[in-house]
Antibody
Framework: QLQLQESGPGLVKTSETLSLTCSVS??????????WVWIRQPPGKGLEWIGS???????YYNPSLKSRVTMSVDTSKNELSLKLTSVTAADTAVYYC?????????????WGQGTLVTVSS | QSVLTQPPSVSGAPGQRVTISCTGS?????????VNWYQQLPGAAPKLLIY???YRPSGVPDRFSGSKSGTSASLAISGLQAGDGADYYC???????????FGGGTKLTVL
C-alpha cells in the first residue's frame, strides 16, 4: 500500500525558502509510469498544482511559480523534495505530495496527508 | 479566478441526484484533455473519484459518474448519502498555460 508523508518546517519567515520532503513507502519512486506532484491549498481555498517530476529528473512547473520552485527526486532514499524561494504570506497553505500515473497520465491517484506551512514575519 | 469554473455550492436531500458542472475553454477541456474529479472530505486530503472523464478507480461506488461534452464536464452523484457531503474539484490540463489546472471547488451539502 503506497504511503506518502510530507515533512518540513510548519513556519517559514517571509522572504526565506520553504523546504519540504515527501517520503514514499510501499512503492518505488523509480516506477517509470509515474510522475510525482506537489499540490498546495491555501486555508479555506482551492487546489493549486505546483509542479510534476519524474524519477529521471524531468520536471514541469506551474508557470506562475516557476521562477521560485525547484523539485527534486532522491531515488536512494525514495524521497521527493520541494523548495520554494522568496516566500510571502500568499504561500501559506497545506502542501501535498502525490502520485500521478496509476490510472491515467493526468489523474492524481494517491495523496499524502498534507502539511501546513505558515509564512510569517 | 480559476481557469475551470465550478458552482460554489450545490445541495440535495438523501437519495436524490445532484450534478456538479465544470466549465472550461478551448485550451483545456475543449482541446480534448481529460477531466478528473476529486472528493475532499473535511480535514482530509483529496481523493480521486473519476479519471479520464468517465472512469471510476477501484473502490469508488457507481453512484458517482462523470461525463464530458465540448468545453464542459459534469460529475453526477445519485442516491445521495450523508457521507457525500464534501468539496468536489475538477482538474484538467490547459495548453495555453502549460499547466495542470483545477476548478475552484464545489461544496456539496446533503440536506
Amino acid at each position: 500500500q503506497l504511503q506518502l508523508q510530507e515533512s518540513g518546517p510548519g513556519l517559514v519567515k517571509t522572504s526565506e525558502t520553504l523546504s519540504l520532503t515527501c517520503s514514499v513507502s510501499g512503492d518505488s519512486i523509480r516506477r517509470s509510469v509515474e510522475y510525482w506532484v506537489w499540490i498546495r491549498q491555501p486555508p479555506g481555498k482551492g487546489l493549486e498544482w505546483i509542479g510534476s517530476i519524474h524519477f529521471s529528473g524531468s520536471s514541469y512547473y506551474n508557470p506562475s511559480l516557476k521562477s521560485r520552485v525547484t523539485m527534486s527526486v532522491d531515488t536512494s532514499k525514495n524521497e521527493l523534495s520541494l523548495k520554494l524561494t522568496s516566500v510571502t504570506a500568499a504561500d501559506t497553505a497545506v502542501y501535498y505530495c502525490a502520485r500521478v500515473g496509476e490510472y491515467s497520465s493526468s489523474s492524481i491517484d494517491q495523496w499524502g496527508q498534507g502539511t501546513l506551512v505558515t509564512v510569517s514575519s | 479566478q480559476s481557469v475551470l469554473t465550478q458552482p460554489p455550492s450545490v445541495s440535495g436531500a438523501p437519495g436524490q441526484r445532484v450534478t456538479i458542472s465544470c466549465t472550461g475553454s478551448s485550451s483545456n477541456i475543449g482541446a480534448g484533455y481529460d477531466v478528473n474529479w476529486y472528493q475532499q472530505l473535511p480535514g482530509a486530503a483529496p481523493k480521486l473519484l473519476i479519471y479520464g472523464n468517465t472512469y471510476r478507480p477501484s473502490g469508488v461506488p457507481d453512484r458517482f459518474s462523470g461525463s464530458k461534452s465540448g468545453t464542459s464536464a459534469s460529475l453526477a452523484i445519485s442516491g445521495l448519502q450523508a457521507g457525500d457531503g464534501a468539496d468536489y474539484y475538477c482538474q484538467s490540463f490547459d495548453s495555453s498555460l502549460s499547466a495542470s489546472v483545477f476548478g475552484g471547488g464545489t461544496k456539496l451539502t446533503v440536506l
